[in-house]
């Protein structure tokens, strides 16, 4: 499983958004590194696909589906539906894509 939390450089939610995937991964014992993409301008931005920061991925695909305008990319922090804390997305949301990611539903 490949496991990227894509971030700007400052951003205030990237150390615990990492916390979480790695006791979402724990607690369904997955192994698996985090790599940990530090997005340092708009041009690698747009590159990455990047909506913002932390953008959580597992095997390519962003934990929150795709978004609505695939041209919005933008180094500031990120907005997650449903998220009790601005920047993080809800755990379930994580702890789904982990699920998926394991029965082979995400290539």
Same mark, same amino acid.
């Given at each position: ?13 990237? +150390? ?29 931005? %747009?590159?990455? &696909?990047?909506?913002?920061? +932390?953008?959580?991925?597992?095997? &390519? ?5 795709? %978004? &609505?305008?695939?041209? %919005? ?8 539906? &449903? ?5 993080? +997305? +809800? ?17």
């Amino acid at each position: 499983m490949k496991v990227e939390v894509l971030y700007v450089a400052d951003c205030p939610t990237h +150390p615990e958004a990492v916390r979480m995937v790695r006791r979402i991964l724990a607690a369904e014992g997955v192994e698996a590194e985090i790599h940990e993409v530090l997005v340092r301008n708009e041009e690698m931005a %747009s590159e990455l &696909g990047f909506c913002g920061s +932390p953008t959580i991925r597992i095997n &390519g695909r962003d934990v929150a589906g795709e %978004s &609505g305008d695939a041209r %919005s990319f933008a180094l500031s922090c990120r907005l997650y539906p &449903g998220s009790k804390q601005v920047g993080l +997305p +809800p755990a379930e949301m994580v702890h789904r894509a982990v699920l998926k990611a394991r029965q082979g539903a995400i290539p």
